[in-house]
């Protein structure tokens, strides 16, 4: 790299953000933080702001303005306020990355305004893929634009693919750490707490992806990204459970060979990737040894008892518009399970229920989506009201 890349990370005070800008301090002479978003948290925003002085800081909570704008006062960083000057921001001529950390279906539309303006996308938010695959990856390539996928297990096949051809793909193999309830009975899981689903065993994420990992919505989600990011058809996409997460993907050619990508669980490996692809930056992380390793397991994901990987693979299959209900229901679900109103199997319920009730739409609109986003989430919370609680809190 010859230029200094300016970045804009969206979601910077989330898990994926506060990482992204972990690698760019490791690197000054690499990347810059241009520009950095927040939905709520101002108290971080405004100390990241003043630890990395971009040159635009936008905070989407209007009623938070006021105080970013005044703390930052005294330096020269220009300060924004809603999602629509997020949608502005990420245009801006000076930016060469944008790196999408937003949590849901927020970022759709900043990615989308991103590809339009040809800036590279590096893609931590998948539900922009799971919602609006067609548009995007279409927009993409009107635009010439590179999606560079953040996710550990689309950034193993990534780099896997690396000097081969798409059309030699026989089968993406995307791995499960299975969660905290891996081998748990239904039984079990009527009862989880929210203090129980946010203990993952091997990654440190935010509320909302942890939920998702433990339900496996998450594994879901990624095999519909994985779709769209690699064209391949459902059938070519298989998940599997390997507690260890150590490998983070594999891919099977149509000679039966098999690439896997490997290392430690850290996330800043794959943000560090997809920043400086195609050069691999030196780091100082902690190295992967088989000796500390001897035994990597794999088994299948059970089906039955964690129904939205298979709400997802259905989802996939039925295309059009039924990926965008399925996110839109879990949305509000996770929501709705974090602050103790519905029941970790009840999650799976609501979703379904959605699914089987929301107006298909085999060739869906942009406007259809932002149609099927809203009464999804209308329909998924009245859910919520109506079914009795079976959970114990805390």
Not at 5 to 30: D, F, H, R, Y
Not at 165 to 190: C, H, N
Not at 236 to 252: A, F, K
Not at 282 to 289: G, I, L, T
Request: proline letters at 4%; glycine letters at 6%; aromatic letters at 6%.
């Amino acid at each position: 790299m010859n230029k200094i890349k300016n970045i804009a990370v969206l979601g910077s005070t989330g898990s994926i953000g506060t990482q992204t800008l972990e690698v760019i301090s490791e690197n000054p002479g690499l990347f810059r933080a241009y520009a950095i978003t927040a939905q709520n948290s101002a108290d971080l925003l405004i100390e990241q702001a003043l630890q990395f002085n971009p040159a635009h800081v936008v905070i989407c909570n209007e009623e938070k303005y006021q105080q970013v704008k005044q703390t930052l006062a005294h330096t020269s960083i220009q300060v924004h306020c809603g999602a629509e000057a997020i949608k502005e921001i990420v245009t801006h001529p000076e930016i060469d990355t944008v790196l999408t950390a937003m949590v849901g279906f927020a970022g759709l539309e900043p990615t989308i305004e991103a590809i339009k303006a040809g800036k590279e996308i590096a893609l931590a938010n998948k539900e922009t893929l799971v919602v609006a695959g067609d548009l995007i990856t279409d927009l993409a390539r009107k635009h010439h634009v590179s999606i560079l996928p953040v996710d550990s297990e689309h950034s193993a096949i990534f780099q896997c693919l690396v000097g081969e051809q798409y059309d030699e793909i026989e089968k993406l193999i995307l791995t499960a750490s299975g969660g905290p309830f891996r081998g748990k009975t239904a039984d079990v899981l009527t009862n989880v707490t929210r203090k129980e689903a946010l203990k993952h065993p091997n990654w440190v994420m935010g509320a909302k992806i942890t939920i998702d990992s433990a339900t496996l919505m998450n594994k879901g989600l990624e095999v519909i990204e994985a779709k769209w990011l690699f064209n391949v058809n459902v059938d070519q996409i298989e998940v599997i459970v390997h507690p260890q997460s150590i490998v983070h993907s594999l891919v099977q050619f149509r000679d039966g060979s098999l690439k896997a990508q490997m290392g430690l669980p850290d996330m800043k490996l794959p943000i560090q990737y997809a920043l400086g692809h195609p050069q691999r930056i030196a780091n100082n992380y902690k190295r992967f040894s088989f000796l500390d390793y001897p035994s990597l397991s794999f088994e299948q994901p059970d089906l039955k008892t964690f129904r939205n990987l298979a709400l997802c693979f259905d989802a996939l299959k039925q295309g059009g518009n039924m990926p965008c209900i399925v996110n839109a229901a879990n949305e509000v679900a996770v929501a709705g399970f974090l602050k103790d109103e519905t029941g970790f199997l009840q999650m799976s319920d609501i979703i379904e229920t959605c699914m089987t009730k929301m107006p298909y739409i085999a060739a869906p609109t942009m406007q259809d989506y932002l149609n099927t986003d809203k009464e999804t989430r209308i329909l998924a919370q009245n859910l919520i009201k109506q079914m009795p609680l079976k959970a114990v809190t805390i």
